[in-house]
């Protein structure tokens, strides 16, 4: 029989790229080709996000949308396979199977059944305890992702993560280390540590930022990035090892979601604003230099024009260099979802534009305020811009960079002076003779 190939997109968060690097490894152990075009696959499969209602909104018109491949399977696997199950069937016809996110080793089994023509399948039992070790790896970027825990059982009041992503479970430190090992045998000189609130991890009496110094000493991955934080799990002895050395990029995500001590409360955060604000002092206190970024919600139910008004206060404390923001979106069986909705939808909107504009002016003061200097810059990828080529890379604190030159490539680390600014991407120009 010839090998089946399968097509794969993804939507969602970074730890659904990395389920998507994974599905890949399985489906490519068990005989299956991977293809970049879905017009010649045996099998679609679509790897999905419902934390907001757009998400799903999005994923399931993608669905249909690629239900117009005849005669080949159509699975959707991720977190809203796993709400939804085989409430799916109706919202998209052509459907084949459902997978959520601990299914993934039986995908490859329940695609060739459906190839081979059995009926629809939906496959959501949670596990609590698959971590999903890499078989084997086929990218080749520099910069890496590695999901260290799974699942999020924090509950907090808006978020539908830990109904779909199950409890919360770590992978073994030993794993971890293997792991990057891989990555770095395909190009990675960057691995960024992934979890829904990654400095919970916990093995054995292995904690995140033993990890941490068992992956600096372990391995020589030149760079280290983890993603997300909650506030409630900060170690400040992240912040140490971001002062002893850059191998531990100084940049954290940690979102804060809303600045009023009311509005956290009611989203069960577990932290006041000043606890959070904290954070930062002991942060900057440890690597003054530390860029920060995180995520923001707008419009949770009750929301005033005095707790919006404690968002954007903490925006200007911080300094952020970047932010996810969002309009709340309420999702069913959570348990905002028994609160009104009743912030409309015209005033979600202008606090978000008002919250991105203060966002997007503080990041450019930021930014303009590096002109002139050298960074060490971690070239990911060549792209064109008009009839230029550059190569794409980071600074250290995650700031974009576009480099002229013609000698070096992806996965090179150079140093740079940032020369000008074009948006929110620096002009960067390769020091040499150095
Ligand atoms: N585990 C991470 C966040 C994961 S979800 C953490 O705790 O920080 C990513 C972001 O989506 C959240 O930080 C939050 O800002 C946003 N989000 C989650 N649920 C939402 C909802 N119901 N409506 C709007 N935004 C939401
Ligand atoms: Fe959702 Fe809160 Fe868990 Fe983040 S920590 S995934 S926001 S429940
Ligand atoms: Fe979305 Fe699931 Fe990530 S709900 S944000 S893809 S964990």
């Not at 969602?12 to 696959?41: R, Y």
């Not at 992978?171 to 395909?186: C, M, Q, T, W, Y």
């Not at 960057?190 to 372990?218: H, K, P």
């Not at 954290?252 to 509005?263: C, K």
């Amino acid at each position: 029989m010839s090998p089946k190939n399968v097509y794969l997109e993804c939507f969602g968060c970074q730890m659904n790229a990395f389920d998507t690097e994974v599905l890949e490894s399985i489906l490519e152990s068990e005989g299956f080709g991977i293809l970049q075009d879905p017009s010649e696959a045996d099998a679609i499969l679509v790897n999905t996000c419902s934390v907001r209602e757009n998400a799903e909104r999005r994923a399931i018109g993608r669905l249909n949308d690629l239900s117009r491949y005849k005669g080949t399977v159509l699975a959707v696997c991720g977190c809203m396979a796993q709400r939804l199950g085989d409430r799916l069937f109706e919202l998209v016809p052509a459907l084949d199977i459902v997978a959520g996110p601990d299914n993934y080793a039986a995908l490859p089994s329940a695609i060739s059944a459906a190839i081979s023509g059995e009926g629809r399948k939906v496959l959501v039992e949670k596990d609590g305890s698959v971590t999903y070790r890499l078989r084997s790896v086929s990218g080749s970027s520099p910069s890496r992702y590695l999901s260290v825990t799974r699942g999020c059982e924090n509950y907090c009041s808006y978020c539908i993560v830990p109904y779909v992503r199950g409890s919360f479970r770590s992978k073994e430190a030993g794993g971890v280390i293997e792991d990057i090992g891989l990555l770095k045998a395909s190009g990675a000189k960057e691995v960024t540590l992934l979890g829904q609130n990654v400095m919970a991890y916990r093995s054995g009496d292995c904690g995140f930022v033993d990890l941490l110094g068992r992956i600096l000493e372990e391995t020589d991955i030149e760079r280290i990035r983890f993603l997300t934080t909650h506030p409630r799990d900060v170690d400040d002895g992240i912040f140490t090892l971001m002062a002893e050395t850059d191998r531990v990029c100084p940049h954290m995500h940690l979102p804060f979601q809303a600045g009023s001590d009311r509005i956290l409360s009611m989203m069960n955060r577990g932290y006041t604003r000043s606890g959070y604000l904290d954070i930062i002092d002991r942060a900057r206190a440890l690597r003054p230099d530390i860029a920060l970024t995180t995520d923001v919600i707008v419009g949770f139910p009750g929301e005033t024009e005095d707790d919006f008004e404690e968002t954007l206060d903490i925006v200007e404390r911080v300094r952020f260099d970047s932010a996810f923001t969002f309009k709340y979106s309420q999702r069913e069986g959570t348990k905002a979802a028994g609160l009104e909705d009743d912030v409309p939808v015209e005033v979600k909107k202008s606090r978000l534009d008002n919250l991105n504009a203060a966002i997007r002016r503080i990041r450019m003061e930021i930014m303009a305020a590096r002109i002139g200097s050298v960074e060490e810059i971690l070239l990911d990828a060549r792209v064109k811009k008009g009839e230029y080529q550059f190569l794409k890379g980071r600074t250290l604190h995650f700031r974009n960079v576009l480099v002229e030159s013609e000698n070096r490539k992806p996965g090179d680390t150079v140093s740079v002076v940032l020369k000008e600014l074009s948006k929110f991407t620096f002009i960067g120009e390769e020091i040499t003779g150095r």
